[in-house]
């Protein structure tokens, strides 16, 4: 089966850049997409197409995809960006979500 | 805007059924989304279910794919998830969402508020 590997966590410093990588077999050949998950709610999708942003997402969220590894950036850390962070990609007739990130701002 | 709303039993029984419904609202569930299903255990990470075409055309994760059922009434305008053979690893919160985009590139959003379903004795 395939398998998206991400760090258990991240800390970042208000107003620095948090990184967040996501591992697989060729997933440069692949699209990948990005979810923010908040304590108690529902994922948000804040990165799809490996660097495309919905409406309504801050600017500081952008995201790159070469080679093994797909990497979120969040550009100028807020406190309010501290969350879970899943990768998702499609592979063989299935879709695979990331182990998970939690993203911590000190 | 197009909005989601989970509902169906918290509670279920081992070696029983869960029965799970999706209202779409703000748009209707025959355009050119599919409409899937993830859940999430406590504490742990998301896992895809399954996704259905308003026409009734399903896809499954193979590692479910022997126990879930998907289904779609157009009329109502909702879509329905079955799971069957209960067991306690099927605990989740369970998350229903549009699955948007074409062509290789798919996402899920927006995502409904999610149901926890616990199966307990």
């Known amino acids: 089966s395939y398998d998206l590997t991400q760090p258990p966590s991240v800390s970042v410093s208000p107003g620095q850049t948090a990184t967040i990588t996501c591992s697989g077999d060729t997933l440069g050949k692949k699209y990948v997409s990005w979810y923010q998950q908040k304590p108690g709610q529902s994922p948000v999708l804040v990165i799809y197409g490996d660097n495309r942003r919905p409406s309504g997402i801050p600017e500081r969220f952008s995201g790159s995809n070469s080679g093994n590894r797909a990497t979120l950036t969040i550009s100028g850390t807020q406190a309010m960006d501290e969350a879970d962070y899943y990768c998702?990609?499609?592979?063989?007739?299935?879709?695979?979500f990331g182990t998970g990130t939690k993203v911590t701002v000190l | 805007q197009v909005r989601l709303q989970e509902s169906g039993p918290g509670l279920v029984k081992p070696s029983g059924t869960l029965s799970l419904t999706c209202a779409v609202s703000?748009?209707?569930?025959?355009?050119?989304?599919?409409w899937g299903w993830v859940r999430q255990p406590p504490g742990k990470g998301l896992e895809w279910i399954g996704e259905?075409?308003?026409?009734?055309?399903?896809r499954y994760n193979p590692s479910l794919k022997t126990r879930v059922t998907l289904s779609v009434d157009r009329s109502r305008n909702h879509f329905s998830l079955k799971v069957t053979s209960l067991t306690a690893a099927d605990t989740a919160v369970y998350y229903c969402?549009?699955?948007?985009?074409?062509?290789?590139?798919?996402?899920?959003?927006?995502w409904g508020q999610g149901t926890l379903v616990t199966v307990s004795s």
């Open positions: 969402a549009r699955v948007d985009g074409a062509g290789g590139i798919n996402w899920f959003d927006p």
């Open positions: 703000g748009g209707s569930i025959t355009t050119t989304d599919w």
């Open positions: 259905i075409f308003h026409s009734g055309s399903t």
């Open positions: 998702q990609t499609w592979d063989s007739n299935k879709y695979v």
